[in-house]
């Protein structure tokens, strides 16, 4: 059963850093995900911010969080992490992990993809 929990989220001033957490029960080394940090803001739609695929590391980023957010994983502690730098306003959302089995490909950004949801955790940002 995967079931990801996310963590690390808070509020912080436009300019700050955060970094987010997932934790997985994901066997890494015997299955590969593509896992995925999605974010929504009150009245908008989910939108996917990042992802990264298991095996091979790649990396996939919305152009919004270019040059700002890294994505990564520790494989061997089966979680996710978001670290985010330069932090704006319109960084506010609901943070939520995601995962499906499989590559990312080029549709990772699409929410419908993924069967596997955290509870989501909250980041404000302040101007």
């Known amino acids: 059963q995967v079931q990801p929990v996310e963590s690390g989220g808070g509020s912080v001033q436009a300019g700050g850093s955060l970094r987010l957490s997932c934790a997985t029960s994901?066997?890494?080394?015997?299955?590969?995900?593509?896992m995925a940090w999605f974010r929504q803001a009150p009245g908008k739609d989910r939108e996917g911010v990042a992802s990264?695929?298991?095996?091979?590391?790649?990396?996939y980023y919305a152009d919004s969080v270019k040059g700002r957010f890294t994505v990564s994983r520790d494989n061997a502690k089966n979680t996710l992490y978001l670290q985010m730098n330069s932090l704006k306003p319109d960084d506010t959302a609901m943070y939520y992990c995601?995962?499906?089995?499989?590559?990312?490909?080029?549709?990772?950004?699409?929410?419908?993809?993924?069967?596997?949801w955290g509870q989501g955790t909250q980041v404000t940002v302040s101007s």
């Open positions: 995601a995962a499906v089995s499989g590559t990312c490909r080029s549709t990772w950004y699409s929410s419908r993809r993924y069967d596997y």
């Open positions: 994901i066997d890494s080394y015997s299955t590969y995900y593509c």
């Open positions: 990264i695929y298991t095996r091979s590391g790649d990396t």
